[in-house]
């Protein structure tokens, strides 16, 4: 029995110890937004965070993760009571903003990626930007809008711009202060 921790969850898994973490997050826990690509560790479409670090897990057996913290595309947002994603991550935010997505087939990877980027240089330069996301490959072609994308999330970051949470959006919020002058 191996036991992981993934999106925060911990889970006791009977499974074998080769087995690819790609094939533990799809298969046994129907996490599907990890997707397989070459399972080469050659464009990056697996792409998770072990411990905060992007990894291809492809090519990671589970055994080697026992133990460890796992996060998926399923919990970099911030879940809601009901457990479904509430609130993007800012740089999920930035992709729909900056349109990146055409197949999307690629783009959990890529959002892995720019996501631990991110954390770990939080103002990167467009040579930091290649760098970093060399390993994740779109087919469609999207690397310009991705860098475009990675900095205005960067900007995001910067000028602490952060989404107005969706229990006080500014109608609601509006609302409440009339009915409070009102009362
Ligand atoms: S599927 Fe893992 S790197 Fe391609
Ligand atoms: S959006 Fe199609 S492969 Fe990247």
Known sequence: ?????????????DVEPDTPLLWVVRD????????????MAQCGACTVHLDGVPI?????????????????????????EAKQVAKLHVVQ????????????????????????????NSQPTDADIDQAMAGNVCRCGMYGRIRTAIHSASAKL?????LTPLDKQPSEVSA???TAEGS
């Open 1 to 13: 029995m191996l036991e992981i921790t993934v999106n925060d969850v911990v889970h006791q898994l």
């Open 28 to 39: 046994e826990l129907k996490l599907k937004g990890t997707k397989f690509g070459c399972g």
């Open 56 to 80: 291809r897990s492809c090519v990671t057996p589970i055994s080697s993760v026992s133990g460890r913290s796992i996060t998926t595309i399923e919990g970099i947002g911030e879940p809601s």
């Open 93 to 120: 935010q930035a992709w729909i903003e900056e349109q990146v997505p055409q197949c999307g087939y690629c783009q959990s990877g890529q959002i892995m990626s720019a996501v631990a980027l991110l954390e770990k």
């Open 158 to 162: 910067a000028n602490e711009i952060i």
């Open 176 to 178: 409440n202060a009339t």
